[in-house]
Structure formats: C-alpha cells, structure tokens
C-alpha cells in the first residue's frame, strides 16, 4: 500500500512530467526547415517540436528531443498552417460545395471558413456532418436568406422573418458561426439586393454579429453598400472586375472603401469562379490598398482551375510583387484574427496550435489564371508538401 501523500506527490511528479520542455518525448518534430511566422516578422532555420496537439518548442537544434515521428523539412518553409476565409465545404444552398479534408491535406490549409453555404435552419446539420468529422478546423457564416426557392414568396418580408432565426442560429453556435453572409449584387437577388443588405445590418447591430458582404454588379452602388458596413464585416470578392467594385474608373480607390477600411472594414480577395482579376489587384496594390486576407472561395467549378487552392491564390500575390510574408500574413495570422475563435491560430509560437504547412517555393515558369482567363507567367509559386493539424500529419 503506498501511503496515500507519496502516492499524491507521485501522481503529481507524472502530471508534470508532459510539462517539462523540450527533453520530454515529442509527438512529432520537424527539423531544418526555414521557420517562418509572418505575425511576429520571425524567420530562421531551426526545429519546430510537437506535444499534445500544441507547439511545444521552436529552437535551432532540437536533435537531443526524443521523439515519436520526425519529418525533415530542409529546403522547405514552415510556417502556420493556412488559414482560408472564404471556401464552400458546407452543403446546402448550392450544393457546389467541396470537402475541405482532401483539399487540406495536399494544400496546407488547416482551417477553413465556409462562406454562407448553409442557413439557419441548417446550421446544426453544418456543426454535425461537416465541422465535427473534419480533421481541419472548420468555421461559417451562416446565410441570411438561404433557401429562397419559392418565387411566390415575399423574399425580403422571408428574410425579415428570419432574421431572428438567423441571429440565433448563429448565437447559439458562437464556437463555430462567425457571422452572417449577404450577398449584395444585381446578379445575385436582384432589386433585392439592398433590402437584404439593410436587413443584414439591421441584425448585425442588433445581435453584435459581424457581416460578411458579397459584392459583385450594382447596382446597388459602392458607395450604398459601404456606407451600411462598420468594423469588422468583411468585404469579399475585393478585387472583383464587375460593377460594384472597390476602384474608380481611373484606378483610383472609391472614397468610401477607404473610408470604410478607416473605420475597420475587412477587405477579402474571395478569388472564385468570377472575382479575381489581375488588373485590379494590381491596380489597388499600387494604390497602397492590400487586402486584409487572401482566400481562395473555393467550390466545385474552381477547384479545378482557375483557383486550384489557397497557395496558388497566395502565389499570384507573389506575382503582383507582394513579398512572401505580407502575402502569407494574409493566409494565417490576420484571417485568424477575423476567426478569433483560437488562441494562437495562424502563428507559430510555442503553445499554439500545432497546425502547420511545409511549404515549397518553387523557382520556374509557372502559369497562373485570373477569373476572366487571363494568364500571367510567375516566377515562384507556393506549393505544399505536408500538412500538420492539430499536432498530426494530414494525409
Ligand atoms: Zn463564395
């Protein structure tokens, strides 16, 4: 029988021992590699070692640190796993939606933010079979009038209906729903398009909830949809070609997304089937206005090209002369910001979640497409190799 004080101290002593740094048996450990964390501008060759799902030390030689796996990452970047703001891996609106594992595993992208697939009616469904079985992290925002099939229904007096429904929904599901998505564009809904929009609005302020706004053909017009944004809504499809766009006719940025990004509005690329092109980009990026994420809005029609996945849309920044971090910060630290939901997401610091991609940067000749199918040849592009979520290798 031992004395139930030594047996404490014991149990005390094996508590502690998973504690105790780099000396205690490592899950995984990833060695050479060029470790960059774009959040804290860090870069440096060294060793990044993994415990418990958590990134338990990051130093220039870990070679004493026993460990269960090691991967030799010379010659590739390490970095946060990819984080992507806009993607459609939730079923219900469209059902042109893809599965995020597959996609994660040979993309680097640890954590995906579905875009508005799904509705409030649907949001318990989006937590059971898409966020819950995923080995990547998973997020939404969940649509404001989802399911607007029947055309003898009233659609705004629909959504005003819903509006609490679409609130609660996303209230009651504040760990995985970030929000509410609206589409805004003669395209999308029609003369509706501003009536959603000033619903949307009329929630976000009401139940503290973030927007994110599609835009694509006015009218409605720039300056109408701008001025019903406040902090923190996000902006997608930024760099899109259509009417209802971010820059003036002379390349010039609208004086009310500049106003709108002063008060805090988010500016995200949401690349697509039809919202990427090349001019524009480049043009705002000579105007001095970088977008605040870069994400892929991948779906079914684009997976295949023109949009592949996140790291080619991040390569075609290194192509508009972005330099490697402040393209990368797009696709790690400041979508997780937008996310907030983990601590430490998209950085690479010790304790934080050991979600990470090893990333080549390829030198050569590379062809890569916009929306509208012009091709530019780039010089670099970002591919991944391996994908670590979670503190495991996603295959
Ligand atoms: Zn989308």
Redesign the pocket.
Known sequence: MIPAMVRRDFLRALAAAPLAGAQARLDLLIRHGEVLDPSRRWRRRGDVGIRDGKIAAIEDDLAAAPAAEVIDARGLLVTPGLVDL???CAWGMTGLSIKADPIAARSGTTTWVD???FGSDQAAGFRRFIVEPARARIFGYVHLYANLRNPDVDVVKYARENLRRTAQAALDNRDIILGVKVYVGANMNGRYSLDFLKLGRELGDQFKLPLMV?ISFAPPETPQVMELLRAGDVV??CFNTHTLGILEPDGQVRASVGEARQRGVLFDV?H?AGSFNFEVARKALAAGFPPDTISS?L?DINVRGPVFDLPTTLSKFLHLGMSLEETLLRGTAQPAKVINRVEGLGTLAVGAPADLALLALEEGEFKLMDSQKNVVTARQRIVSRVTICRGKRLV
């Open positions: 806009h993607t459609h875009a508005g697939s599609h997608t499809h949401g697509g809005d779906y």
